[in-house]
């Protein structure tokens, strides 16, 4: 028999979950699976107290797999799904379900904006993307996670600490339409701050859970650059609608981004699409066009990796000096080309039923 996904499916769908004994495929621990010119791969998601008792079940699945004609690789990764920290308090009584990725209540989707590399946009991107959903008259909240370089507060112009009046619940704060957590709300702009991996997740978790975000039909969430713990934390504790990843169009840059896709791919975070950042240099003062970076490798890489492209964002002065100022270039400058680039991927996102 060769491999094909039908054909992988139905053989993973024999082999029995030792502990729940229903096969792998039902009890939904096969995650992320490509089948594509002979190499098969999926993710085999786990209770990390587990994991001895499923190396067999691994192994059985590899070898089963290895079996089938024209098969080249067979990559099983175990992911441990950390045992789940107190769930949160849905109110009513209700506690959420302590496994797997959970809706945050009263937040219709949640999207993830990602990139390889620091310094692409990202931030950028995200608070005028915010605002821009907002001026289509979205309910917008933003969630910087950037844990390593949180610039949220300071480009969306807010500053002070988020009040807790029950010592619980936590009050987002909120300018341009946007309601907005982060980080760098509970830590002085100054303080380097060395996050453990621990402390990280509670932090992200606690800003998920405890941060009365109120009605949202968006809730974009700024992730750090990279492939790193808080990007495995988010797709598996929360139900992300989608990533959004940014890149410049230089090589560099996309070697990093394809890198990010890949990993949604494995964590079977959905991708939106990509943006193109810093895609075309337009002088402030004779409004000459550069490519400074290139230009199009996005889109280049986009249809390689059948991902969507969402468009490109111009590299002009005005973006970085709206966003030091506090009000991002779609709300300082709203009739700007530069702004308006920015609110045709927003209109596009929503035209696809992204937003
Ligand atoms: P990241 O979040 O990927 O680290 P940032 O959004 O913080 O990147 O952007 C890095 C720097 O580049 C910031 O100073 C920002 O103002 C600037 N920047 C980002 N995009 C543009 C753009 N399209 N044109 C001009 N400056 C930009």
Same mark, same amino acid.
């Given at each position: ?68 004609? /024209?098969?080249?690789?067979? %990559?099983? #990764?175990?992911?441990?799904?950390? &045992? @789940?920290? $107190? ?5 009513? +009584? ?23 590399? /620091?310094?692409?946009?990202? %931030?950028? #991107?995200?608070?005028?993307?915010? &605002? @821009?959903? $907002? ?5 917008? +909240? ?214």
């Amino acid at each position: 028999m060769s491999a094909t996904r039908e054909v992988v499916l139905d053989i993973l769908g024999n082999i029995i979950d030792p502990i729940s004994n229903k096969d792998i495929v039902t009890a939904g621990m096969v995650r992320a699976l490509t089948v594509a010119d002979g190499a098969i791969r999926f993710v085999l998601e786990i209770d990390p107290a587990r994991s001895k008792a499923m190396e067999p079940v691994q192994q059985q699945a590899q070898q089963e797999l290895e079996a089938l004609d /024209g098969v080249t690789s067979v %990559s099983v #990764v175990m992911t441990a799904h950390s &045992a @789940a920290p $107190a769930p949160p308090d849905l109110g009513a +009584g209700k506690k959420a379900e302590p496994t797997g990725p959970q809706k945050i209540p009263g937040i219709d989707r949640i999207i993830a904006v990602a990139s390889g590399k /620091g310094g692409v946009g990202k %931030s950028t #991107v995200s608070a005028n993307l915010a &605002a @821009a959903l $907002a001026a289509e008259g979205r309910k917008v +909240g933003l969630l910087d996670a950037d844990v390593y370089g949180p610039s949220q507060p300071r480009m969306l112009g807010i500053s002070g600490r988020p009040s807790s009046p029950d010592g619980t619940t936590i009050l987002p704060l909120r300018n341009h339409g946007v309601t907005l957590m982060s980080i760098g709300l509970m830590t002085r702009e100054d303080e380097a701050v060395v996050w453990r991996g621990p402390m990280l997740m509670g932090a992200l978790q606690q800003m998920m859970s405890q941060v009365q975000w109120g009605a949202l039909d968006i809730l974009i969430v700024d992730l750090p650059p990279g492939t790193g713990d808080v990007q495995m934390t988010l797709a598996q504790k929360a139900e992300v609608t989608g990533v959004v990843v940014v890149s410049t169009p230089q090589d560099v840059a996309l070697i990093d981004a394809r890198k990010a896709l890949d990993m949604f791919d494995k964590l079977g975070t959905p991708v939106i699409g990509m943006i193109e950042n810093m895609s075309t240099h337009i002088c402030s003062q004779c409004g000459h066009e550069e490519h400074v970076f290139g230009h199009g490798g996005v889109t280049a890489e986009a249809e390689k990796l059948n991902a969507p492209f969402m468009g490109e964002i111009p590299l002009h002065i005005d973006i970085r000096l709206a966003s030091d100022g506090g009000a991002p270039i779609v709300v300082s400058k709203p009739n700007s080309k530069q702004a308006q680039a920015f609110r045709t991927i927003a209109r596009k996102m929503i035209d696809d039923g992204h937003a």
